[in-house]
């Protein structure tokens, strides 16, 4: 079946410091790939997604290209703050049957 | 923000009682969805629906059962709780109509504690 891995927390940076959250996935088809971002006490918030090969999903200075050839949607960021300490997870979702798989997500604290 | 409620917030009960948690949406989305979410585990799927009294079982359904009888409500029950319930339990919900097919959106979850 389909599965995401990614890279076990926690994760802790100084301010400024350049972010990458490992993600690799395993699945049968095509599927789309997603990052979503959870803040203390709140849902899950999407906060890119990708739903072809080379693809690029972009949002607030984070990025993850979809590789297929290594099957792996990688979250990085070129500079964090503070404010970007959450938990990431990394997701996959089977267009043919709804199904949408989770990574077990990754900490992020970020320290002035 | 997607407009999707979750009651109640918190939740205390005894093992053995039954529990049921509410989904409200009002973005008429025809998918809606239950989680739990555990340490070490990321989100699993428990039941999902894909229409008015259409529901399907999800990865870890055994102990839940599920109810819609409206579009924008969504309640799931814990027929009789026990300890391996007490979880964070995460609504969500999709529209593969709207041209944003496969993205999620989640509600603020419910916090399951059983005794």
């Known amino acids: 079946g389909n599965s995401v891995t990614q890279m076990e927390g ?3 940076l100084s ?3 350049f972010l990458t959250i490992n993600c690799t996935y395993t699945a049968t088809g095509y599927p789309s790939l997603f990052w979503y971002v959870q803040y203390p006490g709140e849902g899950l918030q999407l906060l890119l997604k990708a739903t072809k090969a080379d693809d690029k999903g972009s949002n607030k200075g984070f990025e993850a290209t979809y590789r297929k050839e290594t099957t ?3 979250l990085e960021k070129g500079s964090v703050q503070v404010s970007d300490s ?3 997870f990394c997701a996959l979702s ?5 199904d949408m798989r989770f990574g077990a997500g990754t900490r992020l604290t970020v320290k002035p | 923000d997607a407009g999707i409620t979750q009651s109640p917030r918190h939740k205390v009960t005894e093992t053995g009682t039954p529990v049921t948690l509410r989904c409200h949406q009002t973005e008429n989305h025809r998918y809606m969805y239950w989680y739990r979410q555990d340490p070490g585990h990321g989100l699993r799927l428990i039941h999902y ?3 008015v009294k259409d ?3 999800g990865e870890v359904s055994d102990g839940y059962s599920v109810s819609r009888s409206k579009t924008e409500d969504f309640l799931l029950t814990l027929e009789s709780a026990t300890s391996s319930q007490t979880s964070v339990y995460f609504c969500a919900i999709s529209d593969p109509s709207g041209g944003t097919q496969e993205t999620q ?3 603020p979850g419910t916090r399951l504690l059983v005794l």
């Open chain 2, 55 to 57: 529901t399907d079982k």
């Open chain 2, 49 to 51: 629906s894909y229409g």
């Open chain 1, 72 to 74: 792996s949607f990688h």
């Open chain 1, 86 to 88: 959450a938990v990431y």
């Open chain 2, 105 to 107: 959106y989640f509600g």
């Open chain 1, 15 to 17: 301010e400024e410091a």
């Open chain 1, 10 to 12: 926690p994760v802790t």
């Open chain 1, 94 to 98: 089977d267009p043919n049957n709804n």
